[in-house]
């Protein structure tokens, strides 16, 4: 079955620096690769997808995403951490289902906190 | 901008009552989800559908039954509310077979007393 696990909880940055987020998966078969970030009261926004080609993916609002098959993750990053991207982030994974379809699977969710 | 809206952003209801949840998408998307959203346990999926009248179980169904008569709206129904159903409920659509990313509503949060 595929999956995916965000080992932190919470990840905290001071305002400028670089910020990580993890992510590893564990799928049959080519991964799919998914970031979200839910800002407080509203619903997911799509970051950024690996599907295939260059492992690293740019997004939306400074995001980049690296991609490493041997190490199964899927990590998320960004070079100067702002205030504003303080907000729960989530990583995920596409599951085929009948008909063809796609549906994701998501990770619990890490906590970003940028300090000023 | 692909819009999915919700209903309700905040409901209380009481143990027992039937709840119902609305979405509507304006995108045509075939592909309709519902999730559940509980801290540290990320969004699991209820329910989903991939065309009218269609319905496909997801990993946590007990206790929910979905309707999808138009191809824009898709509603989430819990027949005999329990309080272990307080939760934020997110519903989201999805374009055909060669479509990834998924569109979210802001959320329903729902609390059953």
């Known amino acids: 079955a595929q999956s995916v696990a965000q080992p932190e909880d919470q990840v905290n940055v001071a305002e400028g620096n670089p910020l990580t987020v993890k992510c590893t998966y564990s799928?049959?078969?080519?991964?799919?690769l998914f970031w979200y970030v839910q800002y407080p009261n509203r619903g997911l926004q799509f970051l950024l997808k690996y599907i295939t080609g260059d492992n690293l993916v740019k997004g939306s609002y400074g995001f980049e995403a690296e991609f490493n098959k041997s190490q199964t993750s899927f990590h998320l990053k960004k070079p100067s951490a702002l205030v504003s991207d303080s907000a729960l982030y989530f990583c995920a994974v596409r599951d085929r289902v009948s008909g063809g379809y796609n549906k994701l699977i998501f990770g619990a969710g890490t906590r970003l906190a940028v300090h000023p | 901008d692909v819009k999915v809206t919700q209903s309700s952003r905040y409901l209380v209801k009481r143990t027992g009552e039937k709840v119902f949840l609305e979405c509507v998408q304006d995108m045509d998307h075939e592909n309709m989800f519902w999730y559940r959203q509980d801290p540290g346990l990320g969004l699991r999926l209820i329910y989903f559908?991939?065309?009218?009248?269609?319905?496909e179980k997801g990993d946590i169904p007990e206790g929910y039954s979905v309707s999808r008569e138009k191809k824009e709206r898709f509603s989430l129904i819990l027949e005999s509310a329990s309080t272990n159903q307080t939760s934020m409920y997110l519903c989201a659509s999805l374009g055909g077979r060669s479509s990834y990313e998924q569109y979210f509503g802001p959320g329903t949060r729902l609390t059953v007393t």
């Open positions: 799928v049959s078969g080519n991964p799919y």
């Open positions: 559908s991939y065309d009218v009248k269609m319905k």
